[in-house]
């Protein structure tokens, strides 16, 4: 016979609850208020952290190109318009040792002087400027050593030649690297840099959209569990973390176009002006060397003809009636003014001076203007020799004006940038730390 044995309440099993409800205690109140947040004090933290390293790294780039790549491809290129002055000085003392050309010597010696010292300030701002670039420091150090051969030929007449053949073969392609070298360091380092700016704004706009949801959703969580519409230190980190996010995601944007500005206007305009004076001053610095090597050869014709008719005059009668013949078939040599020899072709403006130019009157509010420029070019395409000199000076004005206006904005750039290297993170931590203590008092209340 089997015994029943009864069964008391104690003994049976709970039922096994559904899942649920399982879920349920699972995601309690407590639970749902550490991760939310969790999720906010990583979304801050990280947030201050990437505006801060952004910030850092436009120090960097702009001090990079504020310090040396600017300075580089400008002084640069202003060291090659001395350099073809100095060459273009050289070139009426190619005939020294002549009676008749020592005045032009001593005229040409004062503006060859002039262009060295102004060649030499410019070579020691490149020293300056490149201390911590190898290949332009080698640069440099070929131009200087080239600088000293090139002074030790101009000093003896008859090795003019070897002097200019050294300007034009070592000196003036080497400015012309270091010119390019400059403008290409800049280039890479805006490109690099905006990209990091726009990178950094699209993640910053992001992550603040996401932190702003996060506390949206622990403010909610806290007024339907606990039954208070507003918990203060929460209400002010929501308030602060709106407050982190606009004015940070404002300076990504303004140094942005800060940037672009300075590049794409102030620069792009002095690189384009000071490209022109090299070209031209090189175009003008070869019509003098025209003009000279035809001098001097109408010289040598001269020359000839008067050793020819000496020899004539000592040589017997009978050959009198033929020389006269000859002179009368001789045809006369062509004599045209040294300006015409020289002379160049009509100048047009190119595209990105037209740019710079506009740029320079519209932008900046500069005196000098489009009509000055058509002026000058009027004045220029007619008697080139003579209407450089304010040509060119009006082109160095405006290149000074637009460097100007690139260091203001470069500087500028600088001091808004600075607060940013820190501020974000130290907010940041700050808002974690507000953000903990105010949610540790709702969390005790469940204990």
């Not at 569990?225 to 004015?247: E, F, K, M, S, Y």
């Not at 940013?420 to 808002?431: D, Y």
Request: aromatic share 4%.
């Amino acid at each position: 016979m089997t015994t029943l044995i009864p069964v008391t309440g104690l003994d049976v099993p709970d039922p096994i609850p559904p899942r649920g409800d399982a879920r349920r205690r699972v995601w309690t109140t407590p639970a749902r208020l550490r991760i939310l947040t969790a999720l906010a004090v990583a979304l801050v933290l990280v947030f201050g952290a990437l505006v801060s390293a952004t910030a850092a790294d436009l120090r960097t780039g702009l001090r990079r190109v504020s310090g040396r790549a600017i300075p580089q491809s400008l002084v640069a290129a202003d060291l090659y318009v001395q350099l073809s002055d100095m060459d273009a000085a050289l070139a009426p003392m190619l005939a020294a040792g002549r009676p008749e050309d020592r005045a032009g010597r001593t005229a040409a010696l004062s503006p060859f002087q002039q262009a060295l010292a102004r060649t030499n300030a410019d070579l020691r701002r490149l020293a300056a400027v490149t201390d911590g670039d190898p290949a332009a420091r080698r640069e440099v150090g070929t131009l200087m050593d080239a600088l000293g051969r090139y002074q030790a030929l101009a000093a003896v007449p008859e090795r003019h030649r070897e002097a200019t053949a050294l300007m034009r073969g070592t000196m003036l392609p080497s400015a012309k690297r270091l010119a390019d070298a400059g403008a290409r360091d800049l280039d890479r380092t805006y490109r690099e840099r905006r990209s990091t700016v726009n990178e950094s704004f699209t993640v910053a706009f992001l992550l603040g959209l996401a932190l702003l949801a996060v506390l949206a959703a622990l403010n909610v969580t806290l007024a339907r569990r606990h039954r208070r519409l507003v918990n203060p230190l929460i209400v002010l980190v929501t308030l602060a973390a709106c407050v982190l996010t606009v004015a940070s995601v404002r300076m990504l944007a303004a140094q942005d176009e800060e940037l672009r500005d300075a590049k794409e206007g102030a620069f792009d305009a002095a690189r384009a002006l000071s490209t022109v004076r090299m070209t031209e001053r090189d175009r003008i610095a070869e019509g003098h060397r025209v003009a000279e090597r035809e001098r001097v050869a109408e010289r040598e014709r001269v020359a000839e003809r008067e050793r020819v008719a000496e020899k004539e005059r000592v040589a017997e009668s009978r050959r009198v009636a033929e020389r006269g013949r000859a002179a009368e078939k001789r045809p006369t040599a062509e004599k045209r003014p040294a300006a015409e020899n020289g002379r160049l072709p009509a100048w047009t403006v190119p595209a990105d001076v037209d740019r710079a130019l506009r740029y320079t009157a519209d932008t900046l509010g500069s005196d000098i203007t489009i009509g000055d420029e058509g002026l000058l070019r009027y004045s220029y395409e007619r008697a080139p020799d003579r209407f450089f000199g304010p040509y060119d000076r009006f082109l160095a004005n405006l290149v000074e004006v637009n460097r100007r206006d690139l260091d203001e904005r470069l500087d500028e750039g600088l001091r808004e940038a600075e607060p940013w290297g820190t501020a974000p993170i130290s907010a940041a931590v700050l808002l974690a730390g507000l953000l903990i203590a105010g949610i540790r008092p709702r969390l005790a209340e469940y204990r």
